[in-house]
């Protein structure tokens, strides 16, 4: 059990430490700015939220398909449509 709870942290932290690249790449040279634990965290919690909101989204999408499973099908749909609506805050 122990292995199983490490192995999902490091997920964890690898998909954070990803996020974070991806933002300092998209906005500045990586290598010239530090991220602080504060925003480290406020990231993570906002990108917990986004994914929330998509998952609830999409297992709404398979109720609606009497499906208990959320498919492949239901996250492409979700990005299809996600221009047209402002989603639930």
Not at 11 to 27: C, D, F, G, M, S
Not at 79 to 88: A, D, G, S, T, V
Request: overall charge positive; some cysteine.
């Amino acid at each position: 059990m122990t292995s199983v709870n490490n192995n999902m942290t490091s997920r964890r932290n690898l998909v954070l430490r990803e996020i974070k690249r991806q933002i300092l790449w998209a906005w500045t040279d990586p290598k010239s700015y530090r991220m602080s634990v504060g925003a480290i965290h406020a990231l993570r919690t906002a990108f917990e939220c986004y994914m929330n909101i998509i998952m609830t989204d999409c297992a709404i999408m398979a109720a609606h398909g009497k499906r208990k499973t959320i498919t492949d099908r239901d996250i492409a749909f979700h990005q299809y449509i996600k221009p047209f609506y402002l989603p639930r805050y």
